[in-house]
């Protein structure tokens, strides 16, 4: 396993690849090699953040035969086989940002469950987690919304969602934008992941 080692402008500019294969490929070659660092890194820090133990999944984008994809990442799972059912975290980049979530998507059969638990823990939730961290509903959209700008009835209007709408997502966590300097120095990268991370696995001990 080679040592991860920050992410370039260059690796962001992947996703202006035009067509499937080249795109594929450069995934391949140009950030996939970094995103398994990633995970072989925080699976025993995520498993010891939560109490369970976590695999590492990188995205294969198996399924696409047109489109190339927007955006790539590593999610990790307390099950060896998947992520998609389970709440889970995320690495990955866009070609604007960087981003680190803990995600429930629409696959989860315990959506219903966590939004009731996130719903009682509505104010702990809100100091727990930073203003500046970002809220989605779409892990398939690049947009996303800080804690401040949502405040407290805009969170709680996402939380109630997740139960109420067949397709909703909850997502939760920090975009850092590709021009940041952090994301070129290696360490100082990991520390901010690893600090973000000890937020979002108590996101996810609240959602059990």
Known sequence: MTAFSGFRQE???VFAVDGLDQRMDAIKTVIRPKLEALG????????????DEMFYHVAKHARRTVNPPADTWVAW????????????FQIGLW????????AVIYEAPAKAQIS???????DE?????PDYFHWSPDHTA??????????????????????????AELLCGLTIDRHDPVLADPQAL????????AVLSKLYTIGR
Do not use: C
């Open 95 to 102: 070609q604007t940002h960087l981003f680190v979530w803990y």
């Open 40 to 51: 072989h890194h925080f699976a025993p820090i995520l498993s010891a953040a939560t109490g």
């Open 190 to 197: 990991l520390g901010q992941l690893e600090n973000t991370f």
């Open 11 to 13: 690796d962001f500019d």
């Open 142 to 167: 690049p947009d996303s919304t800080s804690q401040a700008e949502l405040g407290k009835a805009g969170v709680k209007k996402l939380v109630d969602r997740l139960a109420q709408v067949k397709k």
């Open 77 to 88: 799972a307390n099950d060896k086989r998947g992520y998609k059912k389970h709440p889970h």
């Open 125 to 129: 939730i809100m100091t727990l987690v």
């Open 116 to 122: 009731q638990s996130f719903s009682e823990h509505l």
